[in-house]
């Protein structure tokens, strides 16, 4: 059974500030897709929810964790969406989609630009982003593991120093 419309926007979505929580969102990270093709452990996905320089916002309902994404705001490219992951009971909902919204908020209060990567193998998710507005600007090969891409997607709603003015 899906959520209500009311239900999805009533779903809190707050900081992570728990351990038990940065455990059960990389043990939920390590046992799914596309993250069991790319290699990713436990320990490297607990390493990745607890890392400081990164913003992690979690989504519950009544049976705990429903989902979870990931924001950095700094280096290269500023506005980057690292992880979205919503828990297999609760997906096809719309929960990625408002967690996306949440994190396109978050990120359009500095920069006008939202950047994320899809693993090449992963066909929904892609086509979820490609709905949402994030268009493909490039495709790294190779580069989590051999044989598949990080195809890297962006979203923007203008240049980051404005139009340019002419005299
Ligand atoms: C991709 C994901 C975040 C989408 O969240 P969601 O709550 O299922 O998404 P919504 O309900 O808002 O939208 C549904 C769309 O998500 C995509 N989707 C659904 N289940 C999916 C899955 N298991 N894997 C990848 N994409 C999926 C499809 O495009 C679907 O649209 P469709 O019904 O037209 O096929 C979620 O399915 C998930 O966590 N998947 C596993 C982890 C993952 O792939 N994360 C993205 C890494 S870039």
């Known amino acids: 059974m899906g959520f209500s419309e009311a239900t999805r926007a009533r779903l809190s979505v707050t900081p992570l500030d728990s351990e038990p929580d940065a455990r059960e969102c990389a043990q939920l990270m390590a046992s799914s897709e596309p993250w069991i093709t790319l290699g990713r452990s436990f320990e490297t996905a607990l390493s990745i929810v607890r890392d400081p320089s990164r913003e992690v916002y979690l989504a519950r309902d009544e049976s705990g964790v429903a989902g979870f994404l990931i924001v950095c705001m700094t280096g290269a490219f500023v506005g980057y969406i690292q992880t979205v992951f919503i828990a297999p009971r609760c997906r096809s909902q719309g929960l990625g989609s408002r967690l996306v919204e949440f994190a396109e908020e978050r990120i359009l209060r500095v920069s006008p630009n939202?950047?994320?990567?899809?693993?090449?193998?992963n066909h929904g998710?892609?086509?979820?982003?490609?709905r949402l507005g994030y268009s493909v600007v490039g495709e790294l090969t190779d580069y989590l593991v051999q044989g598949h891409s990080e195809i890297l997607l962006r979203k923007t709603i203008g240049?980051?120093?404005?139009?340019a003015v002419t005299r």
């Open 114 to 121: 939202i950047f994320m990567c899809v693993s090449s193998f």
């Open 125 to 130: 998710a892609r086509r979820l982003y490609e």
């Open 159 to 163: 240049p980051i120093m404005g139009p």
